[in-house]
């Protein structure tokens, strides 16, 4: 009897890679076996692991006052009702950033105005931002894209000139820093989202960094229902709540999460200079990109985002997306600029009203950055990215 043939092996070079997603969370084994105590100690809702997480955040924050929720949408709506601001009044914010950004303005019945980004940092204008301001308005809504902070300097000379509260959606830069200090730190109302794709995650959640315990009363409040309890039987209810608290199994994964922020930050850094490195070689350096701020001291790189030259290609970024993903490589849009949706287009505004946001919401393009790649992997993002570019250019 012949012995068998083995079937032929491809080389390994030849062999399929593993699919490369733009962001993965990484949940230690520590963690999971964290949350199945949490899970077998039946206290499963908000409890002692929120707490704990509150403190950690505290410490982080100089002490300051943290309340946890259940998303990093929620903290900012409850900021802008702590500070007062509803009906009739205005809150200026940029319009390249996630949508939640401006509809939690609608939410407590204001009015967002927008202000355009600097194509530089892609954070909102602090040069324009003054014009917009008028007796309507009540508070600023900075957003630090993909990490990089916007100049608290600038922003609160220009809060404090006008009297407005500000708001941070620090949603982005949790680990970042400013002149040296924490991001949450110092300021006014700061708001962190733990979605699975930021620095550190909760799976969901969010937290609310504030100025005062009034305020953290409040935002207790704000988080369940508007509900105060006393003693063994007494509840009362001032004010109108939602259901926004964060359960303890989420508050164990955050935990678990924390220990590893620098880490998880140092990693991305190190991808980030590479990325630099990559895009910086003499056959990359005519692809037309805009790269972001070469920032290695402040930002927590949350995000390599590059921004195609639309004018020199023959294919929009939903084609590079395509072939990217055909190639075994993620991507992502964060964002496409939030005046053009229809919900906004029908309180007024129209294309043409913010240039710099609207050419970089039409070709932003977010490429894989998480603590688990590898160089190699940064190496085939590029790659891939320049064949594409190259392929469909205009002659």
């Not at 909760?202 to 953290?216: C, H, K, M, S």
């Not at 985002?305 to 490589?329: D, F, S």
Request: proline share 7%.
């Amino acid at each position: 009897m012949s012995a068998t043939r083995p079937e032929p092996v491809a080389p390994a070079s030849a062999q399929p890679r593993p699919f490369l997603p733009f962001t993965r969370p990484f949940v230690d084994e520590a963690t999971i076996a964290g949350v199945a105590d949490v899970l077998r100690s039946g206290q499963l809702t908000t409890g002692p692991q929120a707490r704990a997480l509150e403190a950690k955040l505290s410490e982080h924050c100089g002490g300051r006052p943290v309340r946890v929720f259940n998303s990093g949408t929620c903290t900012m709506e409850i900021a802008l009702r702590i500070a007062g601001v509803g009906p009739g009044h205005e809150v200026i914010t940029t319009p390249l950033t996630w949508v939640a950004t401006s509809n939690v303005v609608l939410e407590v019945g204001a009015r967002p105005v927008f202000v355009d980004i600097d194509p530089v940092t892609r954070n909102i204008d602090l040069n324009r931002l003054e014009a917009a301001i008028t007796p309507a308005t009540r508070a600023i809504i900075p957003v630090d894209l993909a990490g990089l902070p916007v100049d608290r300097d600038r922003l609160y000379a220009i809060a404090r000139r006008h009297n407005l509260r500000v708001v941070e959606d620090a949603a982005q830069s949790y680990g970042s820093l400013w002149q040296g200090k924490k991001i949450g730190a110092f300021g006014d109302f700061v708001s962190f989202s733990f979605h699975p794709n930021k620095n550190v995650t909760t799976i969901e959640g969010g937290a609310l960094v504030l100025n005062d315990e009034r305020e953290a009363k409040l935002a207790e409040q704000y988080r369940l229902q508007g509900v105060v309890r006393t003693g063994f039987d007494g509840m009362e209810v001032e004010l109108v709540g939602g259901k926004f608290n964060l359960t303890d199994v989420a508050a164990r994964v955050g935990l678990g999460q924390l220990a590893h922020l620098d880490e998880f930050n140092a990693k991305r850094r190190e991808l980030a200079r590479h990325y630099f490195e990559l895009f910086g070689r003499p056959e990359n350096q005519d692809l037309g990109l805009r790269l972001p701020v070469p920032d290695f001291t402040q930002s927590n790189w949350h995000m390599f985002q590059v921004i195609l030259p639309e004018e020199r290609l023959t294919i929009r970024r939903a084609e590079v997306m395509a072939q990217l993903h055909a190639a075994g490589i993620g991507s992502g849009v964060h964002y496409p600029a939030i005046h053009l949706f229809a919900l906004y287009r029908r309180l007024g505004w129209k294309p043409g009203d913010f240039p710099q946001a609207e050419y970089a919401g039409r070709n932003i393009l977010t490429i894989p950055l998480f603590p688990a790649m590898t160089r190699a992997d940064a190496e085939r993002v590029v790659t891939a990215l320049a064949a594409i570019l190259r392929r469909h250019r205009k002659a």
